[in-house]
């Protein structure tokens, strides 16, 4: 049965404050998918999260840098990418399903650093695909009177 793991992340970059939350939930099918990477040259089928599934825990993230031409010009918004990691808990597939132009490199470099432990099913380590939101908020200077 083909599975994948739905994790959604929120990473909030007002004042310095980072939240991260997982929920699991059924995506809609889509044609069966593999990445390489599996132990002993295979390639492993990506899983979806349900039922006793939980997502990958994360164990290393990084904020992204907000870009200084997008200070400068006040761009604000938020980066939706499709994560997929590889048996090794590396991200290895990334997709920007919402884009904001000047914003967008910022998110994927920094979830290509992102680092999950692997997701075990049937004692295989397997790919596991997941939504990662980054809200860029500039922080808000206050006039002196």
């Keep these: 049965m083909n599975k ?21 939930a059924p995506s809609p099918p889509k044609k069966k998918e593999a ?5 002993g040259g295979e390639v492993a089928e990506v899983v979806r999260a349900k039922g006793t599934i939980k997502p990958p825990k994360l ?3 990084v904020k992204p840098t907000y ?3 997008a200070r400068r010009k006040g761009i604000e918004g938020v980066v939706i ?6 048996v090794k808990g590396r991200v290895a597939k990334i997709k920007v ?8 490199k910022a998110a994927v470099d920094a ?15 397997q790919p596991v695909v997941f939504t990662v939101v980054f809200s860029f908020k500039l922080k808000k200077q206050t006039k002196l009177a």
């Excluded at 994948?4 to 699991?24: D, E, K, M, P, R």
């Excluded at 990445?35 to 132990?39: P, Q, W, Y």
Aim: hydrophobic share 50%.
């Design 111 to 125: 979830a290509k650093k992102w680092k999950f432990e692997p997701m075990i099913i049937n004692d295989q380590p």
């Design 35 to 39: 990445i390489s990477g599996a132990v």
């Design 81 to 86: 990418l499709e994560c997929t990691t590889d």
């Design 59 to 61: 164990i290393k993230s």
């Design 97 to 104: 399903l919402r884009p904001v132009p000047g914003l967008d």
């Design 4 to 24: 994948t793991i739905l994790f959604l992340a929120f990473l909030v970059l007002a004042a310095g404050f980072s939240f991260i939350s997982c929920v699991t």
């Design 67 to 69: 870009p200084e031409d």
